[in-house]
Each structure stands twice: as structure tokens, then as C-alpha cells.
């Protein structure tokens, strides 16, 4: 028999070609899709992973949100984003996960996250598998960590002006001083940069010696670096979180189940413990944190497990409306330092 291709020019079989990958290329890979911030999630759980999901990491929140949020076209299974980038996505591009009896093991202070923050009831639009408090971060600097009944009034003594470090958002300066005037123009005035993605080097190189900064990024660091310290104000502290969200399928797909044994493994051991050692904590109750937790340095054991009490006078940040935004941002412009 001749050669299927036998009588087909060399044009001829490099236009199929092209056609086959194009055809390929638009068909879409085997198996539902968890979309990520490259680095975001524990190493530890993404390995876990079942089959036929499979990973992919973006650069940074906002192609994640665009990609997996894209109008017109099938999105992911699950997408990871902070509570920030996801409180802006219209509740109809979500669907529920349909799984009370997971989120029944989460600590009740997670439940307003959970539905991204709409009316009591609201269906679980969203897997918060572990919070982060903004906590102060000191480096060299013992006699503040002396008056550590101070809490957040300790970022205005006059000794760290032009030694501090605030967040590159604005409203956590703003949460901090409970929308004060003076503070916050006072708060501004002692600011070096206001950066928490590199505020962490800013603080180890000794250019600030003080950064507010969320306390995941701290556990890992306390053990081997004994000129930091952590204060986490009595008074209680804004919440960052990180969710895994289902954006809504196509009405005419057949959308993926979500990987329900997968999400509920963070919240025991032996995963747990990895995850606490990295700062990663899922909200559970504190009884059920409290075995693994004490594993740890008490010193870290405290930070990991910091009680009801605290976690009571801790606060969630619902997204803000138009108008709380501009009346936010005039605050935030006017209190900036004179020249």
C-alpha cells in the first residue's frame, strides 16, 4: 500500500501540521485545573494533589484573577487568592462547594470569610484554609519589646521615624489606627517605605528596624533568626486570608467536583504540622490546634496558638463599598507628611 501522505507536497503536509497543533492547542488539558500565585501555596499540600487535577502557577494575583475569571471561556476548578483579590469577583462568577460538613470544622470566626462576607446563611463560596493576623515585627530592638502592652502605639515612639515599614495597602495603616486622624498623620510621618512584599528585607538588612507585616511570613524565620520578635497587640489585629474559590462553569459544562478529601487533609496531621511549621494556620478551633501546636518553641506555640480571647478582638475586612473607598483614600492623601 502507498504512503497515506505519498501524494501530498512538502506545503501541503506542513499546513496540516500546523492545523493538528492549532486543534490541539484549543482542546482542553485532561483533568480539572487548580490556578495559582507561583509560591502561594504549601508545597507540602500541592504534592498531594489527586489526579486527574493539576496545578498551574501564574506570576502574580491579578493574572490569576483574569485567567481564571476570564469572560467567555471555561475557567479552572479552583483558584487560590487572598481574601483582597477575591472580594472584588461578583458572587455570580462562584459556585458553591456544596460541602457543610467540611466547613463545619472550621472555627466559627472564619464563617463571614467562608461567604465572602454576604448575609448570614449564605452558601460556602469560599475554602479559607489559613488566616494570617498583621502583626508588628521587630528586629534588634528589645526595649520595645518590653512595652509590648503598648501594642500598635508602639509604631509612633519618635525613635523609629524614618525605621518603619507599614503596608503597601493603605487600609491596613488605616485599620490600625482605627481611621484616627492624628494618628494616622503621625503614623505616616515615622514611615520609611510602605512595601510588606519586600518589607521583610528591609527589616533583616537593619535599614527598619520595625515592619507591620502578616505573621506568616514571620514562623519560619523565629527560629533562626533571635534578633526578630513578633508582638501581636492585645487589642487585636486585621486578618488577611487565603482562599480556594470555584468560579462558576459554563452553563453548558458539566463542572468538576471539588477535591473534598484534598482541602480537609490541611486540617490534620501529619499535613498540619508541616503547614503550621511554614505559618500557614487553617482556622480550626483552638482545642483541635492546640495538640499539634505545642510541638513547636512556646514561643512560637503562643503565636500559632493565641487563644479565643485575642482571636475575639481580631477583625476580617469585608470589601468596601465606592463611596468607603474615596472617603478611605482622602483620609489616607491627607495625612500624608508635609514637605
Do not use: H
Not at 491579578?62 to 469572560?71: E, I, K, N, R, S
Not at 477575591?86 to 455570580?92: D, K, N, Q
Amino acid at each position: 500500500m502507498a504512503p497515506v501522505f505519498g501524494s501530498l507536497s512538502r506545503r501541503q503536509l506542513l499546513q496540516l501540521g500546523a492545523a493538528a497543533g492549532l486543534l490541539a492547542a484549543c482542546r482542553p488539558a485532561d483533568g480539572p485545573e487548580l490556578l495559582q500565585v507561583e509560591g502561594e501555596l504549601p508545597a507540602a499540600w500541592l504534592k498531594q494533589l489527586p489526579g486527574p487535577w493539576r496545578s498551574r502557577a501564574l506570576a502574580n494575583p491579578a493574572a490569576v484573577q483574569q485567567a481564571g475569571f476570564a469572560a467567555g471561556r471555561p475557567g479552572p476548578g479552583l483558584v487560590a487568592l487572598s481574601d483582597g483579590w477575591a472580594s472584588g469577583l461578583g458572587r455570580e462568577r462562584l459556585q458553591s462547594f456544596g460541602a457543610p460538613r467540611l466547613w463545619a470544622r472550621l472555627a466559627p470566626f472564619s464563617a463571614g470569610v467562608s461567604g465572602l462576607f454576604g448575609p448570614a446563611g449564605t452558601a460556602e463560596l469560599a475554602f479559607p484554609w489559613a488566616y494570617s493576623p498583621w502583626v508588628i515585627a521587630l528586629r534588634s530592638r528589645p526595649d520595645l519589646v518590653a512595652r509590648r502592652q503598648q501594642g500598635w502605639s508602639l509604631l509612633l515612639d519618635p525613635t523609629l521615624r524614618g525605621r518603619l515599614v507599614l503596608p503597601s495597602a493603605p487600609r491596613i495603616s488605616l485599620e490600625i489606627v482605627k481611621g484616627d486622624f492624628g494618628q494616622l498623620e503621625r503614623l505616616r510621618a515615622q514611615a520609611l517605605a510602605y512595601d510588606d512584599r519586600d518589607g521583610l528585607s528591609l527589616l533583616l538588612s537593619g535599614k527598619a528596624e520595625v515592619a507591620v507585616l502578616p505573621l506568616q511570613r514571620l514562623i519560619p524565620l523565629l527560629r533562626r533568626d533571635q534578633r526578630l520578635a513578633v508582638i501581636w497587640p492585645d487589642s487585636g489585629a486585621p486578618l488577611s486570608w487565603q482562599l480556594l474559590l470555584r468560579p462558576a462553569a459554563p452553563k453548558d459544562l458539566q463542572p468538576a467536583p471539588p477535591p473534598l478529601e484534598w482541602l480537609g487533609a490541611i486540617l490534620e496531621p501529619p499535613l498540619l504540622e508541616a503547614l503550621l511549621a511554614k505559618g500557614w494556620v487553617p482556622p480550626l478551633p483552638q482545642a483541635v490546634l492546640a495538640p499539634v501546636a505545642r510541638r513547636f518553641p512556646a514561643s512560637m506555640a503562643a503565636l500559632l496558638l493565641p487563644g479565643d480571647a485575642l482571636l475575639g478582638r481580631c477583625w476580617s475586612l469585608p470589601p468596601l463599598s465606592l463611596p468607603e473607598q474615596l472617603a478611605q483614600q482622602n483620609l489616607w492623601d491627607a495625612a500624608a507628611p508635609r514637605p
